[in-house]
């Protein structure tokens, strides 16, 4: 008996996509196999975030590359938007950001990062926008409200490796 007929897919199936949506900007190759097992863990289970997130997890994978990506990550802005899903937004936009950020396009990260600024006005996953300025190594326009624990400089390295690791990647 698996564990979405025990009754544990829908818990499982979540944590997988976000573990997906993790190793996705850190190792994409790995990422492949979450992705399928997030796939298998939400097949049958209505957890439209869920859903998402390992869609978002799919795109993040593939930051940095062309074909299609902007298609699809349009595709999931207006499919999030329909359902609602605010805090799946912010990530899609994050993704967004990474992407822009990979392919060292300027303008459109600023647009992402305009995006994600009026989508955590309360201050919910406010740090993200702090991240997509790391990703594109900018200057914050005011001081972090984050707490970070290894400090902002710390954050902001690790996140431009990110970028440099994917870019490096996408080269032909």
């Known amino acids: 008996m698996g564990p979405e007929q025990r009754g544990q ?17 850190t190792d994409p190759d790995q990422a492949d196999d979450e992705l399928q097992l997030a796939e298998q863990l939400l097949a049958g289970v209505d957890i439209r975030a869920s ?9 993040v994978r593939d930051a940095g ?17 329909i359902a609602g899903l605010a805090s799946v937004e912010t990530t899609l936009e994050l993704a967004v950001c990474f992407h822009h950020a990979v392919r060292g396009a300027h303008d459109e990260l600023d647009a992402g990062i305009a995006r994600l600024r009026r989508l955590t006005r309360s201050g919910n996953y406010a740090y993200y926008t702090d991240i997509a300025h790391f990703m594109g190594d900018r200057p914050l326009p005011h001081p972090s409200t984050a707490r970070w624990i290894d400090g902002e400089d710390a954050v902001r390295d690790r996140w431009r490796a990110l970028v ?8 032909p």
């Open 9 to 25: 897919g829908s818990p499982v199936g979540v944590g997988e996509a976000m573990r997906a949506l993790a190793l996705a900007f």
């Open 51 to 59: 859903r998402i997130n390992a869609q978002i997890a799919a795109l």
């Open 65 to 81: 590359q062309g074909g299609d990506w902007e298609d699809r990550a349009a595709l999931l802005r207006s499919e999030i938007s």
């Open 164 to 171: 440099a690791a994917r870019r490096a990647l996408a080269l």
